[in-house]
């Protein structure tokens, strides 16, 4: 079955960075979009990145256009998101979810909770 | 950039019909497919309707999706509600400049 585990998260002070992890098993992991898709505390989702089954293509929010960066490993079978300069209003669960392709998703992981706070 | 707006809340009593709206505010509804996520307290989204109306398997025939071009809207219909249905639920669709748009989430409760 679909499997998709998101490491990574923590607590970090503004203007560090962090980066998250998705590791996917279940299924041929080189065949499909991702996605990275965060909501903040008591709010709604919010797409945050999302990359072609290839890495050829990438697309990111205005909000965290040149901040963020999401790449994958296709020989590992895991899905990164390299979060810098990092804002207070980063704080979420950040979810990474599979793609059938880059306009929807279809299986969710169980998500990681980033915290920036001094 | 367009939006899509759901109602905040909806409320209804077990073994009713409810129906959520989610209204494009530009660029046509029935362009783009929509989506529909489940997301239960403390739980993952799940998919519940995908390209419009399609259900994926394991969801019961009780949910369906629906296009209405008149009022650029899409609808989630749940029948025969049941307590566990009580959940958010978020539409979603894109366009050739923004892949994924999500409306606001709509919280589903049955009383």
């Known amino acids: 079955q679909v499997q998709l585990v998101e490491s990574g998260g923590g607590v970090v002070q503004p203007g560090r960075s962090l980066r998250l992890s998705c590791a996917a098993s279940?299924?041929?992991?080189?065949?499909?979009?991702m996605h990275w898709v965060r909501q903040a505390p008591g709010k709604g989702l919010e797409s945050v990145a999302v990359?072609?089954?290839?890495?050829?293509?990438?697309h990111y929010a205005d909000s965290v256009k040149g901040r963020f960066t999401i790449s994958r490993d296709n020989s590992k079978n895991t899905l990164y998101l390299q979060m810098n300069s990092l804002r207070a209003e980063d704080t979420a669960v950040y979810y990474c979810?599979?793609?059938?392709?880059?306009?929807?998703?279809?299986?969710w992981g169980q998500g990681t909770l980033v915290t920036v706070s001094s | 950039n367009f939006m899509l707006t759901q109602p905040h809340s909806v409320s209804e009593s077990p073994g009713k019909t409810v129906t959520i709206s989610c209204t494009r505010s530009s660029g046509s509804i029935a362009t783009n497919y929509v989506q529909w996520y489940q997301q239960r307290p403390g739980s993952s989204p799940t998919t519940v309707i995908y390209e419009d109306h399609q259900r994926p398997s394991g969801v019961p025939d009780r949910f369906s999706g629906s296009i209405d071009s008149s009022s650029n809207s899409a609808s989630l219909s749940i029948s025969g509600l049941k307590t566990e249905d009580e959940a958010d639920y978020y539409c979603q669709s894109y366009d050739s400049s923004n892949p994924v748009v999500f409306g606001g989430g709509t919280k589903l409760t049955v009383l």
């Open positions: 279940g299924f041929t992991f080189s065949s499909f979009a």
């Open positions: 979810a599979r793609g059938p392709g880059t306009f929807r998703q279809d299986y």
């Open positions: 990359i072609s089954y290839d890495g050829s293509h990438k």
